[in-house]
């Protein structure tokens, strides 16, 4: 083929390529650079997001990581000795804290989420409002819903008085737009086809969505789950509003007594004088980014492992 | 012919696809599913109260007109006065400095996830800057104020560092935190955009920052815009990092990079640590500021979910 071509054609062509090669080339350096430098400042804004991650791991471990040691969980708190006090009702009043936020968004995340994503007419104005609501409360201060514990369930209707109970309720009600919204999202993937194949197949309405849907959009559901557990572990500014008292030397009850939660006596021990002290603090931060991190990876490996494209 | 009419009706409600039976159960199960749902309106309607319900008392003793024009914040001086300016003023810095942080660099991560990583680095990448969102922010503060501010007063030792606090590192901490929150929803706007319009414009020529920068930003700019919006209520409605860096505040309206200043959260915070006596004026206080924040961050979350509705409006 190459040899028909006339030897005038293939000069005029290379001739042609060339000189549109040098034109564009000469613009092309100035564009390049232009690129590069673009690309470096977009990753430098990733990169201080990055370092800023690893800076607060590295801050934890280097101050606190010291401090780590059996009588960090054991020993309660005390006021003058730093090298011997703990986090033991902290960290007991954290996970019944965590318990009681577990029972109260298990059932009614996943009902709210079921409801709105497949029973709920859109057309209807209750529904509506229903979904604006629960977008608006997702973006609703964490200090309000204190300020909401602190009327409605600490005193006011509930008055359960300064217990964990309170605690969990409110921190379960701030963490309740998270889990349901991720709960939709998770029923949202699961392929319509599923639904209609047991419809098709005589299923009632609510047999088809136990069977099928649920179960299928289990894995999602139970991933923002864990993601709110973790939110839920390190909130502290509504726990100061509903009694986490900083200081309690004795083991929480879930429904009378003081309580404390890991955040709040973290806060409690970094704002006192001694340098010891803040060493405490930078530990007990690392016992809860440790924590954290395990509840993490379980949501990453069970997103992971039940992960499907239909 | 009564009889035949009635013989058709008898035999079209046999072959109705109707349900054989009321299906009492499931109403009952979906009316508890609906209750569920319905419990957040019930949260919202409860939050309402709670906050607004005490003002009658709080106003009873300081006039809305001085509570919020007035410039001295002390409820615990014997003399003591309700303006709530200081603290808005507190707040509104931490959003400016959070801002001039969070927009650049939230723009640019989002710019790069959206237009030049590919998709196995933006899958990596996402849930590692998720990790800073989802840090505590007891860590985070601590972390700024031990580390954080003493690197920005190494850095910078031509501003007057005299107070333990900073209302200009507490807002550049909350700026680095609102990062992923901006860049995950200006991403999301920007990879709405259709690649049509991408196409389009290298056809034409456009380099690939070209197309980033006046193609796909402009045709996303109300999700962005959106991101922005979010930021900035996040950033009204931290708590701990603004409490632990800047402090609790001083009474007087204070303005600087350098001052302590304390923000509207803070002051809710710290004030209710203690063991206070209901129905005091120093408790109605707290409810005063919670309904002043809480009205802040209501409106901008709806002009955000304007936002978000538009761009999702266009292309979706």
Known sequence: ?310 | MSSSIQGARSRSEKNSLRAPSPRIGEKIVISLLFIASAISVGVTIAIVISLFAPLPGFFDYVSPWEFLTGTLWAPSFLDSSFGVLPLVAGTLQVVFYALLIGIPLGLGAAIYLSEYASTRVRKTIKPILEVLEGLPTVATGLFAVFWFKPLIQELTPWLEWTSPFSIGVAGITVGIIIIPLIASVSDDAMRSVPVALREGAYALGASKMRVAVKVVLPAAISGIVASFVLGASRAIGETMVVLLVAGGGSPQLKIGFTEPAGAMTAFIASRATGEIATGTIDYYSIFAVGALLFLMTLTMNMIAIFFVSKFREVYD
Request: a positive charge; aromatic letters at 10%; hydrophobic letters at 55%.
């Open chain 1, 1 to 310: 083929m190459a040899q028909s071509i006339p030897p005038r054609a293939s000069k005029a062509a290379a001739t042609a390529a060339a000189v549109t090669n040098s034109i564009y080339k000469g613009a092309n350096t100035k564009a390049e650079i232009q690129g590069i430098a673009f690309r470096l400042v977009l990753l430098s804004a990733l990169g201080i997001a990055l370092i800023m991650i690893f800076s607060i791991i590295a801050w934890a471990v280097v101050e606190g990581g010291q401090r780590v040691n059996p009588g960090l969980f054991l020993n309660n708190p005390s006021s003058f000795k730093p090298e011997e006090a703990g986090y033991r009702p902290a960290i007991l009043g954290t996970i019944q804290l965590i318990g009681g936020v577990i029972l109260i968004i298990v059932p009614l995340g996943i009902s709210a989420a079921t409801y709105l994503e497949l029973f709920a007419d859109r057309t209807r104005w209750y529904n509506r409002i229903i979904e604006l609501n629960i977008q608006n409360l997702a973006g609703v201060p964490s200090i309000v819903f204190g300020i909401l514990g602190l009327a409605f369930i600490v005193r006011g209707i509930f008055d359960l008085g300064f217990v964990v109970a309170a605690g969990s309720m409110t921190v379960a009600i701030l963490v309740l737009p998270t889990v349901i919204l991720a709960s939709r999202e998770a029923i949202r993937a699961v392929p319509s086809s599923l639904l209609d194949g047991a419809l098709a197949l005589g299923a009632t309405r609510l047999q088809a969505v136990r069977k099928m849907v649920l179960p299928a959009a289990a894995p999602g559901m139970l991933t923002g789950v864990i993601l709110a557990v973790a939110r839920a572990i390190g909130e502290a500014a509504p726990l100061l509003l509903v009694g986490a008292a900083t200081f309690v030397t004795f083991d929480p009850n879930f429904w009378e007594g003081g309580y404390s939660a890991l955040p709040v006596m973290i806060y409690s021990y970094a704002g006192r004088p001694q340098e010891e002290f803040h060493v405490l603090a930078a530990a007990g931060v690392l016992v809860m980014l440790v924590v954290l991190f395990f509840i993490n990876s379980i949501a990453v490996w069970l997103r992971a492992r039940f992960e499907r494209t239909w």
